[in-house]
């Protein structure tokens, strides 16, 4: 049993993949291949396309890693013969003709409502007012409003992108539960990291908590890798 060395990141809608750097380099130090997937978030199958060129690139098995949306791509994209293993980061773990947008479609009572405006030619944008408390309420002020200020246009095409087939159904999973996240809430990722029988952990941290705590992220994806089904 050997430990699988290439990693995959995928980023969420409104970001892009530098939000990754810091797991980034925690990874690359420990010995690990790192790749950073540029999704442009349009729509769920032009992720999955760009999620494959990277796998295809791997010299092995590889560990395939989805923030929020990124979940999503993940989830399709991770069929993929090269991937060995699935890691869930405060994600949506969609199943077979799911898409993000049948899973936020009926929020629970009370639940925290994500500052999403109306959409702009096709794509969505949050508030840029509300964007720290409901993405980034513990990353560092300025960090927030420039992650607000350089906003990724989300596509409706990646929000109402429905998934074929789910990789978790064949591939082992880990999920990361954001206990403090206000865009996805807490009891939904505990139900979906449920649903696909992952390996769970819990930590108090945002929705962004792939920045606002990156040991714990990279601590899970480390565990997957060293997993052989």
Avoid: C
């Avoid at 092995?60 to 069929?79: N, Q």
Wanted: without cysteine; aromatic residues 8%; negative net charge.
């Amino acid at each position: 049993m050997s430990t699988v060395k290439n990693i995959v990141l995928v980023h969420g809608g409104f970001v892009d993949g530098s939000g990754w750097q810091a797991v980034y380099r925690l990874l690359a130090r420990d010995g690990f291949n790192v790749s950073v997937v540029q999704n442009p978030t349009h729509t769920l199958e032009g992720d999955v396309a760009v999620t494959h060129q990277v796998l295809d690139s791997q010299d092995g098995p590889s560990v395939l890693v989805g923030h929020s949306y990124g979940g999503a791509v993940i989830t399709e994209a991770g069929r993929h013969d090269g991937v060995a293993a699935l890691v869930y980061i405060a994600a949506f773990a969609p199943d077979k003709d799911e898409s993000v947008g049948t899973l936020i479609a009926d929020p629970a009572p009370g639940a925290p409502v994500p500052p999403i405006l109306p959409p702009q030619d096709g794509f969505l944008f949050l508030d840029r007012e509300k964007f720290a408390a409901s993405f980034a309420g513990d990353v560092p002020p300025e960090d927030a409003q420039f992650m607000a200020d350089s906003q990724v246009p989300w596509g409706l095409g990646a929000l109402n992108g429905t998934v074929t087939e789910a990789a978790w159904r064949a591939k082992p999973s880990w999920y990361l539960v954001a206990t403090d996240d206000r865009m996805i809430p807490p009891s939904a990722q505990r139900a979906m990291a449920e649903r696909t029988g992952a390996t769970v952990s819990e930590v108090a941290g945002s929705h962004a908590i792939y920045v606002s705590q990156p040991e714990a992220v990279a601590e899970l994806i480390k565990q997957a890798a060293a997993h052989q089904a």
